[in-house]
């Protein structure tokens, strides 16, 4: 392997330029092989805006484009940007709740990425924006050596991260597009307090919202202070209220809603 002198010369060399994500992706394969590359800013309340990606067409439809039209808001990486996670490098396990991958975010959506693993480094970056790189496995996890590997390599990251993108946020083109996007979308918060309409009350509202995030009975009785026979109370009458009777269902119905909303 290179040594990191070798590795961070031609990356600062880019900075600035066009081909800087390219060759921070390609930078990161040699410490250790991964499939692909996507890096998303997060600006405040606004739908991600991918800054670069590797994938294929047909792969891209479904991480890129129907990301952007609504299950971002149930993404761990999403969610963690929200919650202004500490800046460094985390697998998605080590964000998403107790139940994540037998929720229905990752049913009805993460699972048909295919992916085995997906890590992300988190760079803040000035005006409220996280840019998160994300490198995926097709195949299988990162092991405990190559997710070393990569967290050595954090410093470098950040620091050419935030030259690069150091100023997002404050771009008039990327703030006009994320005031606009705020508009359709506001926040996490907002999506799920008027999902259902007057249907739900404002409990039930709560209920969804950490059901469909990946929480089990158990962890939402937690959060809002409540047994998880209560939970389960609440979430047959939501199915009963909006007429269905899956999760999957309410998955759905919540981004309808959501495309709805922003058409």
């Known amino acids: 392997m290179k040594s990191l002198i070798e590795m961070t010369g031609p990356l600062i060399d880019d900075i600035g330029s066009e081909i800087f994500a390219k060759t921070l992706s390609d930078t990161l394969k040699t410490i250790t092989p991964f499939d692909y590359t996507v890096i998303f800013s997060y600006l405040g309340t606004a ?3 991918d800054l670069f990606d590797n994938f294929p067409s047909i792969k891209r439809k479904v991480f890129v484009e129907d990301y952007q039209e609504g299950p971002y808001l149930l993404d761990p990486f999403y969610l963690a940007c929200e919650n202004n996670v500490a800046p460094g490098l985390y697998r998605i396990k080590d964000l998403a709740p107790d139940r994540f991958f037998q929720g229905e975010y990752y049913q009805n959506y993460y699972a048909r990425t295919g992916l085995a693993e997906e890590i992300g480094y988190f760079i803040q970056i000035p005006g409220n924006t ?11 996890a990162f092991s405990a050596k190559a997710f070393r590997k990569l967290e ?5 990251v950040r620091a050419v991260c935030l030259r690069h993108w150091g100023y997002l946020s404050t ?6 597009k994320n005031h606009s996007n705020a508009m359709i979308h506001q926040s996490i918060a907002f999506a799920f307090t008027n999902f259902g309409g007057g249907i739900l009350t404002p409990r039930e509202k709560q209920v969804v919202e950490f059901t469909l995030k990946g929480h089990s009975a158990e962890a939402v009785g937690r959060i809002l202070e409540i047994s998880p026979g209560t939970v389960r109370i609440h979430r047959r009458n939501v199915y009963s209220k909006l007429q269905i009777n899956s999760q999957g269902e309410l998955f759905s119905k919540f981004i309808d809603a959501l495309v709805m909303g922003s058409s």
């Open 47 to 49: 739908r991600p805006l």
């Open 130 to 140: 996280f840019v998160v790189v994300s490198l995926m496995r097709a195949e299988k």
């Open 171 to 176: 771009k008039s083109g990327i703030d006009k």
């Open 152 to 156: 050595e390599f954090w410093p470098v």
